[in-house]
Every structure is written in C-alpha cells, then in structure tokens.
C-alpha cells in the first residue's frame, strides 16, 4: 500500500521554540495533504487541508500563524508549530491521498509533541 | 447532527470470535465513500476497508468486512477470527461528495480482544 513517511516521531521542547514536521509521500504523488491533531482518548481534528502550490486551508478555529503549513512538493508538507507553549502539546498526524472518491486517505505514523 | 456516528466506545471480543463494529452516517449527497481506519496504541492509522455508496456488495478484505445497509445509512465493520493483535481503536469516516478529499471521522470504538 501506499506509504507515507512523518517525523520526528517525538519531539519535546521548551516552551517559545518553533517546531517543523515534515510528511512525505514516499511512492505516490499526493493531489493533498492533511494536518490532524488528536488529543488522549479522543478522533481525529482536522486542522488544515494542503494543496501542492497553494496556501493550505484551515479550519474553522485554527490559527494559521500558529500552525504555519507549507505543501511545497507533490510528496512532501510541512507543519510548523511556530513559539510553541504546553497546549500546544498534542499528537499530529499527517495523510496524503490523491484524487478518487474511492481514494482512502495514506497516514503517517504522527508525531508526539510536548512541550515543557 | 454528526455526521458519523459510533454508539460504541468499547467492545470486547474473545479471541478467534467474530465482533461487528457499528457505524452509521448522515449524508443527502448521493455520492460518498466510507472508510475504516485502525489506531494501534502506537499511534499510526491503519486503512482497513472501503465501501462506496454505488457498491452493489458488501466490501471484503481478509477477515475484514463491510456490512453496509444503505437504506439504513449503516456500515458496520465485522471482523472475523479475531486475534489479539487487533486489540486497538476503530474509526469510521466518510467522504462526502466527489469535490472533496476530505474525511469526516466518527469518535473511534475501542476493541479489546481477550484470550
């Protein structure tokens, strides 16, 4: 199946640093990208949808200068966590699909992030 | 009104038994696509099936089935043998129309398979 690679896996760090996670598609050209966070015990939010070449879309409640995203790439996306604090805290996971109905979403296996 | 819904927050299962994962969905979009995903405790989503809203039969894969019941907007997940590996969270998502990438996700079912 299709692959998609997310890192850092984990990543702690002292509160006010900016932190990058990068998602890569590894053998398929993605038509778009996602950014989830999910919280302990909970579904998936979606944060934001990338497009290669255009700016990402957000959704409703999520700051875009906090969560800067950049799809520069067919295969690859960034999600910046820019002066992070504790609430920021959280696991983010990234998938890629391509155009199709039938087309399931191909996730990456999320990064743990917390912040001191 | 949720889009996706998964009344079950946790079912158990004994080993090598079979267990149906509920899910129903609410869409007036003719057009949709229904995925299951599994969240191992590690973390990483894992795509089991999909059944499209035109699919005259039910989906299959492996032990991995699709009990959809359109007229009932339901598409349960059956897994069959289970085994303890499959000890994990379940979540049912929809893709609602043929303009969107997007996918609604339900609140997740918590299997536990026991020996």
């Known amino acids: 199946g299709a692959v998609v690679s997310q890192h850092p896996s984990r990543v702690i760090c002292k509160s006010g640093t900016s932190v990058k996670i990068e998602c890569r598609s590894l053998d398929f050209q993605a038509t778009t990208m996602f950014w989830y966070r999910q919280f302990p015990k909970q579904s998936l939010m979606l944060m934001a949808t990338s497009n290669e070449g255009s700016k990402a879309t957000y959704e409703q409640g999520v700051e875009k200068d906090k969560f800067l995203i950049n799809h520069a790439s067919l295969t690859l996306s960034t999600l910046t966590v820019t002066s992070a604090h504790p609430e920021d805290s959280s696991f983010y996971i990234c998938s890629a699909s391509y155009r199709g109905v039938s087309q399931p979403q191909h996730f990456g296996d999320g990064t743990r992030l917390s912040i001191l | ?115």
């Open chain 2, 1 to 115: 009104a949720q889009k996706i819904t998964q009344t079950q927050p946790g079912m158990f299962v004994q080993e090598k038994e079979a267990v149906t994962l509920d899910c129903t969905y609410d869409t007036s979009d003719p057009s949709y696509g229904l995925f299951w995903y599994k969240q191992p405790s590690s973390g990483e989503m894992i795509f089991l099936i999909y059944q499209g809203s035109y699919d005259q039969q039910n989906a299959t894969e492996g032990r991995y089935s699709l009990n959809f019941q359109k007229a009932r907007k339901s598409a349960n997940l059956v897994i069959s043998a289970s085994q303890l590996g499959d000890s994990a969270m379940y979540f049912c998502a929809m893709r609602e129309g043929r303009d969107t990438d997007k996918l609604i996700f339900g609140t997740g079912t918590r299997l536990q398979v026991f020996p």
